[in-house]
Nanobody, 125 residues
Framework: QVQLAESGGGLVQAGGSLRLSCAAS????????MGWFRQAPGKEREFVAA????????YYADSVKGRFTISRHNAKNTVYLQMNSLKPEDTAVYYC??????????????????WGQGTQVTVSS
């Protein structure tokens, strides 16, 4: 069983920045593929970013490319999402997810095995 806990959400003005953190339990965190997803009110959850177990490969949704950066610190069992140049349309609950089985760095929700409870990000205009 893997437990994930997000933190770092909050209210920020458009153009501002936030850094989300996701702390994971488990002794084999360094073998997990990690992803960030978000769900805005009235919308389906969508992919934001993902990172390979080593951190050597990262993937982003087109809507956040160039503004968001995913990274990880395996010794701290933590994955981060640095969000810059935030826009009102980035307002959502942000979830981190862990893929502990399988190969590849997927963008699909169903490919991830464990999920956090989410953290709210609100960007005001």
């Amino acid at each position: 069983q893997v437990q994930l806990a997000e933190s770092g959400g909050g209210l920020v003005q458009a153009g501002g920045s936030l850094r989300l953190s996701c702390a994971a339990s488990g002794r084999t965190f360094s073998s997990y593929v990690m992803g960030w997803f978000r769900q805005a009110p009235g919308k389906e959850r969508e992919f934001v970013a993902a990172i390979s177990w080593s951190g050597g490969s990262t993937y982003y949704a087109d809507s956040v490319k160039g503004r968001f950066t995913i990274s990880r610190h395996n010794a701290k069992n933590t994955v981060y999402l640095q969000m810059n140049s935030l826009k009102p349309e980035d307002t959502a609950v942000y979830y981190c997810a862990a893929r502990v089985l399988g190969v590849g760095v997927p963008k699909q929700e169903y490919a991830y095995d464990y999920w956090g409870q989410g953290t709210q990000v609100t960007v005001s205009s």
